[in-house]
């Protein structure tokens, strides 16, 4: 058996690995559309900051990894898949033969549609050369303007101050993380990120980008010009999947899966970030770019291309933020849901923050700021739509109970 | 066969010999906020819960990690953080639905059980062998119904 993987992210490399441990003598090809051995992209803000070398973002730290599990890792980019004849095109302008493949190809920079944005100077901070890139031009008083303040704009922050860069950041709405944070836990990741010398400009954005002398200047919509050395475009990401134009594979905003994660063609699966799978708490199919997400699918796709059927039993999103030191995390429905209640606590000076959010007795959702213990009971709580009787009035009137309310409600599960 | 953390919530009077033998064994200080093992109290209940990591099958933290630095010691089965390799970015921490792997802001990485090597100090300093360490063949999830079943602080809701 013949299994062919296009990508060698998380989602890939769980594949690759879970395909060998369930065939010990299947023909395993890894395509990875970048030099080097797999990494994490997970890990490049801390890279930046300087804390790791290269080598520390890989995401098998034992470079004899792949040989050893006879996992072939071929660099080439795929360019087209033809699910007729079972190939896949490569950028070197040859093909591979598959019995199973899987689309595992992540996520890519979203692109903004604003003059100037082909400059040099123009960046995106995703891969491991824009870090170098980016690094490379690393003086004191450097200047960035950021566009963006999403989940990679305020990752990255850290790691572009401790280099010294003066950073700016434009945001087109009124709030940062606004797809993972109420309007209460973005007010606070702002006001840390301003005492911190972050320039954060809201309802903002650039109208184009011009280059004068080797400087860039970022013209605003409201007529300013800001000066900068370096463009950080961090608008958002969308799924890699430009090369399955024409290949037959049913797609919405992703590759539309089963519960096999097979996509509409037999023999073709497909998971992580690329993946329309269905979502536990609303039933409906949708993206989630999410490392645990992806880990979970690359085992569960892999063993039904082994021949195990497995069922993917639906995920949900949840992600965990530091931005500039200050940790925060969201979960499921934050924003609340119709007919729901809501619980929260805040104390403003020493940023800290914890909201949740009910359907009945049920939690299905979470926003926190500065709280790092035991996190994950919320992903327990809201996956396992576990009941939460007298605990949701006493999480009503402290949030701050939730291990407790976990403890307890674990006691259903028996 | 292998051992594991054995927790008896009805037998915890709440003294905390637990939390301080644990940041003793990987702190050197009696500092229990460091402490991998966390009793918590019920008021309502008058009860005290001792709960920490199950080294559950699935391993959520171990596959999540981006960088490969929670491994499997094949002999106690422990998922082990290890403290080079950890970046610090707190995926597993919610991979985890136990909630049960933790980021410590001091040291920029995150903390589990990891069984003492054999010898959990928690189940040694116990004095009334709430904590134990004992033979098991249960699979991780079973592990943890059972005990949680045993937390039974509420079973009038539930």
């Known amino acids: ?414 | 066969m292998q051992k594991s953390l054995h927790i008896d919530p009805n037998k915890c009077t709440g003294c905390l010999q637990c939390e301080m033998a644990c940041s003793w064994e990987k702190y050197q200080s009696f500092t229990t906020a460091k402490s991998r093992i966390k009793v918590f109290s019920f008021h309502h209940e008058g009860r005290f819960v001792p709960y920490t990591c199950t080294q559950c099958d699935e391993a959520w933290c171990m596959i999540a990690c981006p960088v490969d630095a929670i491994q499997l010691d094949p002999v106690t089965g422990a998922k082990i953080v290890l403290e080079p390799t950890c970046v610090g970015c707190k995926v597993c921490t919610i991979a985890c639905p136990f909630g049960t792997i933790n980021y410590v802001a001091q040291t920029g990485k995150v903390q589990k059980c990891d069984l003492c090597d054999g010898a959990p100090a928690c189940a040694k300093a116990c004095p009334t062998a709430a904590i134990t360490y004992v033979d098991s063949d249960w699979t991780g999830l079973e592990k943890m119904r059972q005990w949680a079943g045993k937390t039974d602080t509420n079973p009038a809701t539930v």
């Open chain 1, 1 to 414: 058996m013949r299994h062919l993987i296009i990508g060698s992210g998380p989602a890939g490399v769980i594949a690759a690995e879970t395909l060998r441990k369930a065939d010990p003598v299947a023909e395993i090809t890894l395509l990875c559309g970048e030099a080097g051995p797999p990494y994490s992209r997970m890990a490049i803000p801390y890279l930046l900051r300087g804390n790791i070398v290269e080598a520390g973002t890989h995401l098998r730290q034992d470079p004899a990894h792949y040989d050893r599990l006879r996992i072939q890792l071929v660099q080439v980019r795929a360019q087209a898949v033809d699910t007729a004849t079972r190939t896949v095109t490569l950028g070197n302008g040859k093909s591979l033969p598959y019995d199973r493949l899987l689309i595992a190809t992540g996520s890519r920079p979203s692109v903004e549609t604003i003059p100037g944005f082909d400059l040099p100077g123009v960046h995106s901070c995703w891969t491991l050369e824009d870090a170098r890139t980016i690094l490379a031009k690393a003086r004191p008083g450097t200047r960035i303007v950021q566009m963006g303040a999403g989940f990679v704009g305020c990752i990255i922050m850290e790691g572009l101050l401790t280099q010294g860069f003066d950073l700016t950041i434009l945001v087109r709405s009124g709030y940062m993380v606004r797809r993972m944070m109420n309007a209460t836990a973005s007010g606070l990741l702002r006001s840390w990120c301003e005492a911190k010398g972050v320039k954060i400009l809201t309802h903002t954005q650039p109208k184009g980008i011009t280059s004068e002398g080797g400087v860039l200047q970022v013209a605003l919509a409201d007529g300013r010009m800001l000066p900068a050395d370096i463009y950080l475009s961090a608008v958002g990401v969308d799924p890699n999947l430009g090369f399955l134009q024409g290949s037959g594979i049913e797609l919405g905003h992703g590759i539309l899966v089963d519960a096999n994660l097979q996509s509409s063609v037999p023999g073709v699966y497909a998971a992580g970030d690329v993946a329309e799978a269905t979502d536990c708490l609303n039933g409906k199919r949708q993206l989630n770019a999410i490392q645990p997400n992806a880990v979970d699918q690359g085992r569960i796709a892999a063993l039904n291309m082994a021949g195990r059927p497995a069922r993917f039993k639906g995920s949900f999103v949840f992600n965990v933020l530091t931005t500039l030191g200050l940790v925060s995390s969201s979960f499921g429905e934050w924003e609340g849901v119709p007919g729901g209640e809501s619980a929260e606590v805040l104390d403003e000076a020493r940023y800290r923050y914890i909201n949740l959010q009910f359907d009945g007795d049920r939690l299905v959702g979470a926003n926190t700021v500065g709280f790092t213990d035991h996190v994950g009971a919320f992903r327990g709580l809201i996956e396992g739509r576990l009941r939460l009787g007298v605990w949701k009035q006493r999480l009503l009137e402290d949030p701050t109970q939730i291990m407790q309310a976990y403890l307890a409600a674990t006691h259903s599960v028996a």
